[in-house]
């Protein structure tokens, strides 16, 4: 592995050597009020160790607060577990499956401040009012009509 002068090592390099290593590894991110955040991070870090248990055996489940509002938290969740040889991706999805159906069951968004992504969009699509998603579509097509910037990230090509 390669250090990057800047930046550390690179999130691809990460990640591999962590399945090299035998682990699986998952971080999201949600914001909540606070008059719903000891309840909320109850039953994410029971849903989320629950997960990692029954799929992994052991493992461990962190969180710390990357952004702090008068409303209330961003809470910044991180994973670590031993893997199956093979079986990491699918133990990932188990894992990423109960913590991200607990935050939006529990009144969470899906994401905060990284943005939603590829592997955020299922539960994006139970949050996002359908208006938003008709507004996006026509700026889409009027912005982007060949439909290279970012295709199936927020809505379906």
């Not at 849903?47 to 990692?52: K, L, N, S």
């Not at 939006?104 to 939603?116: E, K, P, S, Y």
Request: net charge neutral; charged share 20%; with cysteine.
């Amino acid at each position: 592995m390669r250090a990057v002068p800047s930046r550390g090592f690179t999130l691809v390099e990460l990640l591999v050597s962590m399945v090299l290593l035998g682990l699986v590894s998952e971080t999201f991110e949600t914001a909540i009020t606070w008059d719903r955040f000891e309840a909320f991070h109850a039953a994410v870090m029971n849903a989320t160790e629950d997960a990692v248990r029954r799929v992994c055996g052991a493992g461990t489940v962190t969180c710390r607060f990357t952004h702090v509002y008068p409303d209330g938290p961003a809470p910044y969740y991180s994973v670590i577990a031993p893997s199956r040889v093979r079986s990491q991706l699918s133990q990932w999805a188990e894992i990423k499956d109960a913590a991200a159906d607990t935050i939006i069951r529990n009144g969470g968004t899906i994401t905060h401040h990284h943005a939603v992504g590829r592997d955020h969009r299922p539960w994006y699509d139970r949050q996002r009012p359908e208006g938003f998603a008709t507004a996006l579509r026509a700026a889409k097509r009027a912005l982007d009509p060949a439909g290279i910037l970012n295709p199936g990230v927020l809505i379906d090509p």
